[in-house]
């Protein structure tokens, strides 16, 4: 098995929270000051996949996939149980445990303070959530986590290929749509261009480098700032997602925060869920840190699309959408620094090597 190297966190890494946090304000802030600017640059689409958004989540997997040894999908691919545990999560649970939360908030708590028609949006657009698992950006909190980088690929590229088969029908049944129109095409290219692309330009450029400089150059010298790299990386594209948003948020605070509650107790309890079947089934930290995480974290670019074509940019389900992009980031960083803290929990790669 492949070694993991042991880090310690940097000044920058260390704070990430804080950064996000700024980031956020100041992605909010420039939208609301430059609002034809942010109308500009979210016309700038394919098939509802947002081009800039495309640039700045290739230079934060590109350095990522830089760093992964590809001999270790093998070994991901040879150790199944991580991967079936997250597809169990991800399909035959998250699904529904989302559907109920949403139910049980908007339906029940929240009821005096929302109206029927609105609620119904709301719940749609946290059901959309809820049934797109995290592809792309599940390799930054694996990464952080410093999980097994070759599982967190296979499992990335499984829940791609699964998505494009069972999003519809999960809709359309948790729904209760005749026709759910999914917009396939907005799939195909957002995992194409966040993870394919990346991963195919990061495979060429880890082999070739390796090839002519030699395993000791490229560690220690070309790979020295690309973990730096790809949080700046992060940071912008937070800004820009807010730049986008922004106006939205400012505009249903109070809304905003109702539908946070739902999503955030949704993102804890199947992380909890995740991380609790990982040490039960006596799997390691590093398979155990992205199991748990790619299912806690959602695809908000394909709900975002989907709610979109489904109910309109204005619709209280577009809005429980961008919702989710709200709280995702900083909930899946504290989730990264509760597994830091808790890998004592699980036996390591290095104790079963």
């Known amino acids: 098995m492949t070694e993991t ?32 600017a942010a109308q500009l640059l979210n016309s700038l689409q394919v098939a509802q996949v947002n081009i800039p958004v495309a640039i700045f989540l290739f230079a934060m997997m590109f350095p990522i996939m830089l760093q992964i040894d590809f001999n270790e999908v093998v070994n991901a691919v040879k150790a199944p ?59 930054v909190w694996s990464y952080l986590a410093r999980g097994f980088m070759g599982l967190t690929l296979v499992m990335v590229a499984i829940n791609s290929l699964t998505m494009l088969v069972l999003y519809a029908p999960l809709g359309n049944f948790l729904l209760g749509v005749a026709e759910m129109v999914v917009p396939f095409m907005t799939i195909f290219y957002s995992v194409l261009l966040y993870v394919g692309v990346s991963l195919v330009a990061g495979y060429f450029t880890r082999t070739r480098l390796i090839k002519s400089k030699g395993m000791e150059w490229y560690e220690g010298v070309f790979l020295k700032n690309m973990g730096n790299i790809s949080i700046v ?26 539908i946070a509650v739902p999503l955030i107790i949704q993102t804890l309890f199947i992380f909890w869920l995740g991380y609790g079947a990982s040490r039960l089934i006596g799997i390691t930290y590093e398979e155990a840190a992205p199991a748990s995480m790619i299912g806690a974290s959602n695809h908000f670019e394909v709900a975002i699309a989907t709610a979109v074509t489904l109910f309109g940019l204005e619709s209280g389900a577009a809005l429980s959408t961008v919702v989710g992009v709200l709280i995702e980031v900083p909930i899946m960083l504290l989730l990264v620094s509760f597994c830091l803290r808790t890998k004592h929990w699980f036996p390591s790669m290095l104790q079963k090597s």
Not at 10 to 35: D, E, M, N, Q, R
Not at 237 to 257: C, D
């Open 233 to 258: 990386a992060l940071l912008a594209t937070l800004i820009f997602l807010f730049m986008l948003q922004g106006e939205v948020i400012l505009r249903f605070p109070l809304v905003v925060a109702l």
């Open 5 to 36: 190297k042991e880090y310690q966190l940097s000044f920058f890494h260390k704070y990430l929270t804080v950064w996000v946090a700024l980031c956020i304000l100041a992605g909010i802030g420039l939208g609301a000051a430059f609002p034809a």
């Open 81 to 139: 149980r991580p991967v079936i545990l997250t597809l169990v999560i991800n399909w035959a649970i998250k699904p529904f445990t989302m559907f109920f939360f949403a139910w049980l908030f908007m339906r029940i708590i929240w009821a005096p303070y929302v109206e029927y028609d609105q609620a119904t949006e709301y719940i749609a657009g946290m059901i959309l959530l809820g049934i797109a698992p995290c592809t792309a950006m599940v390799l």
